[in-house]
């Protein structure tokens, strides 16, 4: 059975950042993963994850600046920002202890996406050596384009062909089975066929995004094939409580 973490950019978030890592840790967690922490100093979050036994999977590079921004990784003419946040982001990660960085690639325009897309590469191109020296994975997440319209990419293959282009194994797929459930289908497939491209999941119900215990997409066949392939990461409790976050955690194995 997977190892779960709890995502608190969607869980506890009726309390400040750090009382929800001790809520975490209070339902059974052993991980979390963050979306946008960096108005808590790095250090007071490490210490409070140490405090709770709690690993830090990840966090996403900065949002960016304007209203509206999603990421800035394949967004031409915005570079400078992009790398700048990745450089605080991978100090961040290091200073609080995670082992990975979810590479936000933003909205573009349908007509730019080729443009985007060398943008894209030449952005993960100049922040490599950084992460690879700092012992941190690059992961990349397509997001389905009914939450997101516009956003960079939405499909595992395109994730799968920039992480081949670069060649390195510190980038990797995030594979989100909400977004590939919203978008593609096939989970359990795609999850065999992509899988030694994967560097972390994420789970939610499609096609609501609330507790993984409703909807069209098997959780439990989705976690067979996770103990069949012989998976070792963390999954990614990213998906949107019905209701309070503690009365919803009966999708999780071996609680009651």
Known sequence: MPRFSANLGFLWTDRPLLERIDAAARAGFRAVELHWPYEVPAKALRMR??????TLVALNTP????PGDFGLGAVPGREAEFRG????AIAYA???GAGAIHVMAGLVAAENRAHARLTFLDNLRAILPAAEKAG???LLE???HRDRPGYFYDRIAEAVAIVEALGSPAVKVMFDCYH???TEGDVPGLLERHFGRIG???IAAVPSRAEPDEGTLDYASVFATLDRLGYAGWVGAEYKPRGDTDAGLGWMPGRP
């Open 94 to 96: 290091l200073d609080a």
């Open 200 to 202: 972390h999941i994420q």
């Open 180 to 182: 590939v459930g919203i």
């Open 136 to 138: 941190l994975t690059l």
């Open 85 to 88: 946040g990745c450089g605080q």
């Open 142 to 144: 397509p997001i389905n």
């Open 63 to 66: 949002a960016g600046s304007r």
């Open 49 to 54: 994850l140490v405090e709770t036994g709690l």
